[in-house]
């Protein structure tokens, strides 16, 4: 197994909260090992191993990276630009990963200019 797919099974439930104009525009992918779930074809989040990846705005990459249980995602041994890993406990409840997947989102939906 590649990635945890009990996330997996966690974040498709939470997509569900979202509209469904929204849901219907995500699509799952693998990708970078793991699985990724994109949104019109942008990166929003995905798991490699028991990692949360998220793509997030480059103006809040700091500020998540502050936090005990966030680092740079360093697939290639060097950070990629607006990626971030979230360890376990960044996500243990579900109100935790509904944050990360609309950070994902946010970002997502900033590079297709949409509000």
Known sequence: MAYNEELAKRIRLA???FP???IKDFQEKKMFGGLAFLY???MTVGIIKNDLMVRVLSNKVNALLAKNYVRPMD?????L????YVSEQGF??????????E???EHARSKLNEK
């Open 15 to 17: 997509l569900k909260l």
């Open 92 to 101: 243990n409840t579900e109100e935790q990963l509904q944050h990360w997947i």
């Open 81 to 84: 630009k607006e990626f971030i």
């Open 20 to 22: 469904a104009s929204i």
């Open 103 to 105: 950070l994902g989102l």
């Open 40 to 42: 019109r074809g942008k």
């Open 75 to 79: 697939f290639t041994n060097r950070p």
